[in-house]
């Protein structure tokens, strides 16, 4: 009995579809030839159907390129291409899904699998449905709430080069309210017009991309020699690319800077006011590194997704307090007993380094780990056509002017920073005058190291974690407190600067290793002239 009521529920399902809208007239014809055996007709008919750039036909192109359309061949019915869905059982026999070809909207069929076909695709077909899929599914992009996302259709369906798209482009610009959205949605059109219009559309779109600053479109216009219009726009687009490239080129060295900045705030500490060769400062940097690793590993596998992105937050403060933490190590154990001697403490600090750069490796691996950045540090900001500050490099440089604000006013604003230049400036007069020498250099270390370990977290949003990350950065640490002037954090400033740009300025000229060589040249030629830095420690203990 219930094999019957079975049997009968399948037969009715079968013969009464769900209502669907039904295709328009004319793509019947191509929809039908789509269930054919000859793959000559089965080709003809996708492209037929593509050069609807109908919407509605996206899901039957993805379905078509899967192997999930079929042919119903039902009795007392035509046979019909539908798209298939999940299978299931209903009594003895095997049934799926089944949703309209055109909408791809459920016909509430449950068909037994005996009555499809599967509509065979082949590479030569697949090659034919990509480009539709593609452009079809920019189509659908350039309604997406994320300007971003609005954007990367556009230029797709620029560099797509069809007529047929421009329509739909010039929809999409009608309700536009993003500036640089409509600027890439104006140049993809141009971009089109400029490879499929007439002779005079061809002039006004180059004409227009060169106005628009469209870096995009330099191939295409170099490419239309014919176009009279072109090689104006292409000479304007060309120094437009020249001031682009510089302001990137100004914006990557200010944040290399910051970072060198966050480092040798430490080190000018460390080394500036006490006098120690630390050559372990870059593993400390690493330390500050693999600690936000290790707090974003923690989130990811204690917390709920939606609280991830909050690891950074929770690393900086973490990652300060390691490094600060093994700094204060070091010296308690080891730095203490060594004042007064830079040589051996340069042997011993470097001797530390390799211990943690092993023991790095032994805990982690000698490969590279992923920190990914959170989303409110994804993307950038556009500032004009062709260039875009990323968030990470902007929230770097903001957090070097948040840590000099602060070492400023701790040195120079608090009674802690008093006792720290004076033990610098004079050892035994502090001890005399009841400032505990032996606990202002170990916090001052500490906060050294602390810093390293900030800036170790910072890179960790433009630069990959090894445990030879802070071998990267030592060299270039100690040339900006040297050349800054030892103990003067305005010098390690404006030398943070200066090296920092002065090497994104010439490292695309003469690469990243004889770019280095020639700022290490330069700095020894000015410390030839200036040995005490741009700016010399002044007093009567200054040559001491």
Same mark, same amino acid.
């Given at each position: 009995?219930?094999? $019957?009521?079975?049997?009968?529920?399948?037969?009715?399902?079968?013969?009464?579809?769900?209502?669907?809208?039904?295709?328009?007239?004319?793509?019947?014809?191509?929809?039908?030839?789509?269930?054919?055996?000859?793959?000559?007709?089965?080709?003809?008919?996708?492209?037929?159907?593509?050069?609807?750039?109908?919407?509605?036909?996206?899901?039957?192109?993805?379905?078509?390129?899967?192997?999930?359309?079929?042919?119903?061949? &039902?009795?007392?019915?035509?046979?019909?291409?539908?798209?298939?869905?999940?299978?299931?059982?209903?009594?003895?026999?095997? #049934?799926?899904?089944?949703?309209?070809?055109?909408?791809?909207?459920?016909?509430?069929?449950?068909?037994?699998?005996?009555?499809?076909?599967?509509?065979?695709?082949?590479?030569?077909?697949? +090659?034919?449905?990509?480009?539709?899929?593609?452009?079809?599914?920019?189509?659908?992009?350039?309604?997406?709430?994320?300007?971003?996302? &609005?954007?990367?259709? @556009?230029?797709?369906?620029?560099?797509?080069?069809?007529?047929?798209?421009?329509?739909?482009?010039?929809?999409?610009?009608?309700?536009?309210?993003?500036? %640089?959205?409509?600027?890439?949605?104006?140049?993809?059109?141009?971009? /089109?017009?400029?490879?499929?219009?007439?002779?005079?559309?061809?002039?006004?779109?180059?004409?227009?991309?060169?106005?628009?600053?469209?870096?995009?479109?330099?191939? @295409?216009?170099?490419?239309?020699?014919?176009?009279?219009? @072109?090689?104006?726009? #292409?000479?304007?687009?060309?120094?437009?690319?020249?001031?682009?490239?510089?302001?990137?080129?100004? !914006?990557?060295?200010?944040? +290399?800077?910051? *970072?060198?900045?966050?480092?040798? $705030?430490?080190?000018?500490?460390?080394?500036?006011?006490?006098?120690? /060769?630390?050559?372990?400062?870059?593993?400390?940097?690493?330390?500050?590194?693999?600690?936000?690793?290790?707090?974003?590993? %923690?989130?990811?596998?204690?917390?709920?997704?939606? %609280?991830?992105?909050?690891?950074?937050?929770?690393?900086?403060?973490?990652?300060?307090?390691?490094?600060?933490?093994?700094? +204060?190590? $070091?010296?308690?154990?080891?730095?203490?007993?060594?004042?007064?001697?830079?040589?051996?403490?340069?042997?011993?600090?470097?001797?530390?380094?390799?211990?943690?750069?092993?023991?790095?490796?032994?805990?982690?691996?000698? @490969?590279?780990?992923?920190?990914?950045?959170?989303?409110?540090?994804?993307?950038?900001?556009? *500032? =004009?056509?062709?260039?875009?500050?990323?968030?990470?490099?902007? !929230?770097?440089?903001?957090?070097?002017?948040?840590?000099?604000?602060? =070492?400023?006013?701790?040195?120079?604003?608090?009674? #802690?920073?008093?006792?720290?230049?004076?033990? =610098?400036?004079?050892?035994?007069?502090?001890?005399?005058?009841?400032? &505990?020498?032996?606990?202002?250099?170990?916090?001052?270390?500490?906060?050294?190291?602390?810093?390293?370990?900030?800036?170790?977290?910072?890179?960790?949003? /433009?630069?990959?974690?090894?445990?030879?990350?802070?071998?990267?950065?030592?060299?270039?640490? !100690?040339?900006?407190?040297?050349?800054?002037?030892?103990?003067?954090?305005?010098?390690?400033?404006?030398?943070? $600067?200066?090296?920092?740009?002065?090497?994104?300025?010439?490292?695309?000229?003469?690469?990243? #290793?004889?770019?280095?060589?020639? /700022?290490?040249?330069?700095?020894?030629?000015? +410390?030839?002239?200036?040995?005490?830095?741009? !700016?010399?420690?002044?007093?009567?203990?200054?040559?001491?």
């Amino acid at each position: 009995m219930r094999a $019957l009521v079975a049997s009968f529920a399948l037969a009715v399902c079968a013969v009464v579809p769900a209502a669907h809208a039904a295709p328009p007239p004319d793509l019947a014809r191509p929809l039908a030839d789509l269930g054919r055996e000859d793959a000559a007709a089965r080709e003809t008919a996708v492209k037929a159907l593509g050069a609807r750039n109908d919407p509605k036909l996206l899901p039957l192109f993805e379905a078509l390129r899967a192997g999930s359309v079929y042919v119903w061949s &039902r009795p007392g019915a035509a046979p019909q291409v539908v798209i298939g869905g999940e299978k299931s059982t209903a009594g003895d026999r095997d #049934v799926m899904a089944l949703a309209a070809a055109y909408g791809a909207e459920p016909l509430g069929v449950q068909a037994p699998v005996a009555e499809l076909r599967e509509v065979p695709v082949d590479r030569a077909l697949r +090659l034919v449905i990509k480009p539709f899929i593609d452009a079809l599914s920019s189509r659908g992009e350039l309604l997406d709430p994320d300007p971003a996302i &609005r954007r990367a259709a @556009a230029t797709k369906l620029g560099q797509r080069g069809d007529l047929r798209t421009a329509a739909a482009l010039r929809e999409a610009l009608v309700t536009e309210a993003d500036r %640089w959205t409509r600027a890439t949605i104006e140049e993809a059109i141009a971009i /089109i017009e400029l490879g499929r219009g007439d002779a005079a559309a061809r002039a006004a779109a180059a004409t227009r991309l060169g106005a628009l600053h469209s870096a995009n479109a330099l191939p @295409a216009l170099r490419a239309a020699r014919d176009v009279p219009t @072109a090689a104006a726009a #292409v000479r304007r687009l060309e120094r437009w690319q020249l001031f682009g490239t510089t302001i990137e080129t100004l !914006f990557q060295g200010l944040s +290399l800077a910051s *970072i060198l900045l966050l480092m040798a $705030l430490g080190l000018a500490i460390i080394f500036g006011l006490m006098g120690v /060769i630390n050559m372990a400062h870059g593993e400390l940097m690493a330390l500050g590194a693999y600690a936000t690793y290790t707090m974003q590993n %923690w989130f990811a596998g204690h917390l709920a997704e939606r %609280w991830f992105d909050y690891y950074f937050l929770a690393a900086l403060p973490f990652a300060f307090l390691v490094a600060a933490a093994v700094g +204060l190590l $070091l010296e308690r154990g080891v730095i203490r007993f060594l004042y007064g001697r830079p040589l051996e403490t340069l042997l011993l600090t470097w001797g530390v380094s390799l211990i943690i750069q092993q023991g790095l490796r032994q805990w982690f691996g000698a @490969a590279n780990v992923d920190v990914r950045a959170p989303r409110y540090l994804s993307g950038g900001v556009p *500032i =004009m056509a062709g260039v875009q500050l990323p968030y990470n490099r902007l !929230f770097i440089i903001g957090l070097a002017a948040v840590s000099v604000a602060v =070492m400023y006013a701790l040195l120079f604003r608090t009674t #802690v920073g008093v006792k720290i230049r004076a033990v =610098m400036q004079n050892r035994q007069i502090s001890s005399c005058l009841g400032i &505990r020498a032996r606990r202002v250099d170990a916090g001052t270390f500490a906060l050294g190291a602390g810093l390293a370990g900030l800036a170790g977290c910072a890179l960790t949003q /433009i630069g990959n974690v090894g445990p030879e990350l802070g071998q990267n950065y030592i060299v270039d640490s !100690f040339m900006v407190v040297v050349t800054g002037g030892v103990g003067k954090l305005a010098g390690t400033i404006a030398a943070a $600067l200066g090296i920092g740009g002065l090497d994104k300025a010439i490292e695309p000229g003469l690469g990243a #290793v004889y770019g280095r060589v020639l /700022i290490l040249v330069l700095v020894i030629l000015f +410390l030839q002239r200036r040995p005490s830095g741009l !700016f010399a420690l002044k007093g009567r203990n200054a040559d001491a």
